[in-house]
């Protein structure tokens, strides 16, 4: 018997990703400084404040050349930015899924991330439940949905996509202690059943970064985690599914014969050491 483990494309430990929503004027600043550092991330847009009528907030052309053509991802933050615990269930549908079809028409491409709006699930009323709201995302095809609230220092990977906490928005006091922590994880000092994969998921409004004239701490984060040989720079999405076809592996009893039927190459880390196994293959441990 013995502990298998998911590990991030080419074998690595961690992963880094970045959530920032509304699509306002700064995501131009914040996209640059990632790109800089060759980090990734995904900005959640509200699909009904796209007619150009707000200067603060980015138009099409902008949101195609500043992110998209760097590869960060876009992701749903409702058409109006309602949050569905508190409005009807018909409305919050509508908000997400009038977003959803929104964005993927004006930018023609499939998009299955989110994150909550204003209080998301993290307040109820009118007899809302959260589970209520995360069944009728799952039946809208929403792959995942950032929630808030929880920061902490686990570094874990999201048990519930639909409430995928993130480690820490940027003005989280832990912040940087908590990124040092991060960095100096490796795989000589975590052992047996530490030795799942490490995340660091910040969030945050890159307008923020103005009001409190703050552009120092992203540009201090990206320093830190940045261009690490053991990281994985990936946006949301493109965690999500890789942890998805990681979990689509079938396994003998055993465990010793593993075969990937995903499109992807997954890589694991079983007894200290790493392995991968590629589309369609079967991976006999030794
Ligand atoms: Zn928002």
């Not at 909550?116 to 995360?134: F, L, Q, R, V, W």
């Not at 409430?163 to 052992?191: C, S």
């Not at 055993?254 to 293959?281: A, F, M």
Request: aromatic share 10%.
């Amino acid at each position: 018997m013995r502990y298998c483990f998911l590990r991030f494309p080419e074998g690595k430990l961690k992963a880094a990703t970045l959530s920032y929503d509304d699509g306002i004027r700064a995501d131009i600043r914040l996209s640059e400084t990632l790109n800089r550092y060759g980090m990734k991330g995904t900005f959640n847009i509200n699909s009904g404040s796209l007619d150009g009528k707000d200067p603060n907030r980015l138009r099409i052309e902008e949101i195609k050349e500043h992110l998209l053509d760097h590869g960060h991802e876009i992701a749903i933050h409702g058409e109006r930015h309602l949050a569905p615990g508190i409005v009807t269930p018909s409305v919050g549908i509508a908000d997400a899924l009038n977003c959803r079809t929104d964005l993927e028409n004006i930018f023609g491409r499939i998009i299955r991330g989110m994150a909550y709006p204003d209080t998301g699930i993290t307040k109820m009323h009118g007899g809302n439940s959260a589970e209520a709201i995360k069944a009728y995302l799952r039946d809208l095809g929403i792959a995942y949905a950032r929630t808030l609230a929880g920061d902490n220092n686990t570094f874990m990977l999201p048990t519930d996509w639909l409430a995928w906490m993130p480690t820490a928005h940027h003005n989280n006091p832990k912040l940087m202690e908590w990124v040092e922590q991060f960095v100096g994880i490796n795989e000589d000092n975590i052992r047996w059943s530490g030795k799942y994969p490490r995340l660091f998921y910040l969030w945050g409004h890159s307008y923020e970064f103005d009001n409190n004239q703050n552009w120092n701490v992203i540009e201090r984060f990206c320093e830190l985690i940045g261009g690490k040989a053991d990281t994985w720079y990936a946006t949301n999405i493109e965690i999500c599914d890789y942890v998805n076809a990681y979990h689509s592996l079938i396994k003998s009893a055993d465990g010793n014969r593993i075969y990937n039927p995903t499109l992807k190459e997954i890589w694991l880390c079983v007894d200290h050491q790493i392995y991968s196994v590629r589309s369609g293959e079967t991976l006999v441990l030794p």
